[in-house]
């Protein structure tokens, strides 16, 4: 079995990692849409871009002249100069088509032959239809994020397709790159925090509960030893306040064993009443039995509460009657939080056993008196 060290480090990385995979895969999706929507963005000023390029360089109407496409008097057929000027000014690829044919173009197959004369993508079917189009588009083996719109000659009829096309890698490398900067801080935040909470558990909760293991096994071995200090003020100090009540309950008892025994062996010269020999408890069992008296031993207290701290909270009231009382004086004398503190008068308060007077000061929040009531 592993140990409450182990388990508490193993449950704060578990929840550190899903919370940032959940993270890391919200920024992919939110990120990756919006990196689409900036390529798409992009392809369509680029090609407004290349369509102003190719009308200022050579103007004149689109049209084919037997087997080849021309811009005004220029052939567009093998002219690579063009696409090749658009590319270095957009970073794009670039296409040009007569009808289904590439017969320009900056793509190349297998790294050097350029795709002239390559049928044009499926994807630029829709142009036929509208005119426009944008997405994805394969083109010798690579995939693009594009932008085609139809070349018309002067009578209006579609004569061919331009083209550009954004790399894949122009939102891949920035989206990718972040995810990964991303993981590696996760990874090591993950790692600093879980060292922190094991450093943290072993000291406030690992420590103090060997502590009270420890005072248990003497107290089950007849060793009751000496009542345990820790200066903590949350769940782990009402533990060892509870451990130091057994403790001092079980050496009481046994001191009355032990002194009712010597009494009856005593002679009559030395014999002592049992009134004398009880002297030294009847403080303590007039508190218990008024403290009975005003709650009974049957009755269930809320969740959260205990019954031996309100005890011993309520007798300090009693021993500091006439004195003023704050939840912080409670805290303090007892080693609890405020918060739990808090509870408890709360609970006091609820049953009509304290008056709670308020106390203004020059700044701040007024501060709270409380009283036991007679």
Request: hydrophobic share 40%; net charge neutral.
């Amino acid at each position: 079995m592993r140990s409450l060290k182990d388990q508490i480090f193993l449950l704060v990385i578990g929840s550190v990692v899903c919370l940032m995979v959940s993270l890391m895969l919200v920024f992919y999706f939110y990120v990756k849409s919006v990196e689409l929507k900036a390529v798409e963005n992009k392809a369509k000023g680029d090609l407004a871009t290349a369509e102003a390029i190719i009308d200022l360089k050579y103007p004149g109407p689109w049209q084919i002249r037997g087997n080849e496409l021309y811009k005004g008097d220029i052939c567009i057929n093998n002219n690579y100069v063009i696409v090749d000027y658009i590319e270095e000014l957009t970073g794009d690829v670039c296409s040009i088509y007569m009808n289904n044919i590439c017969v320009t173009t900056t793509v190349r197959e297998e790294g050097c032959n350029r795709a002239v004369g390559s049928y044009a993508p499926q994807e630029m079917r829709s142009i036929y239809l509208e005119g426009y189009y944008t997405g994805q588009t394969e083109i010798a083996g690579i995939t693009y994020h594009t932008a085609f719109k139809a070349i018309t000659d002067i009578y209006g009829q579609l004569i061919g397709v331009l083209y550009v096309g954004v790399p894949s890698t122009y939102y891949h490398d920035t989206l990718y790159g972040s995810i990964k900067v991303m993981g590696l801080a996760g990874l090591v935040l993950t790692l600093l925090i879980g060292l922190i909470t094991r450093l943290l558990v072993a000291r406030t909760i690992v420590k103090p509960l060997r502590k009270v293991i420890e005072g248990v096994e003497r107290m089950a071995m007849n060793r009751t030893g000496q009542p345990l200090k820790i200066q903590s003020c949350n769940e782990i100090g009402e533990l060892f306040q509870a451990f130091n009540q057994i403790l001092v309950s079980m050496q009481k008892n046994s001191n009355g064993l032990h002194r009712a025994g010597e009494a009856s062996r005593r002679t009559d010269g030395e014999y002592e009443s049992p009134s004398k020999q009880g002297q030294a408890s009847d403080s303590c069992n007039k508190d218990d039995e008024w403290f009975d008296a005003l709650f009974d031993p049957q009755l269930e207290l809320p969740k959260g509460l205990n019954r031996s701290t309100l005890k011993q909270i309520v007798l300090f009231l009693k021993k500091e009657e006439g004195n003023d009382v704050t939840i912080r004086d409670v805290s303090r004398a007892m080693c609890l939080s405020k918060v739990t503190v808090g509870r408890y008068f709360d609970y006091l308060e609820e049953n009509g056993l304290v008056d709670v007077e308020q106390k203004y000061g020059s700044v701040g929040r007024p501060l709270r008196i409380f009283k036991l009531k007679a």
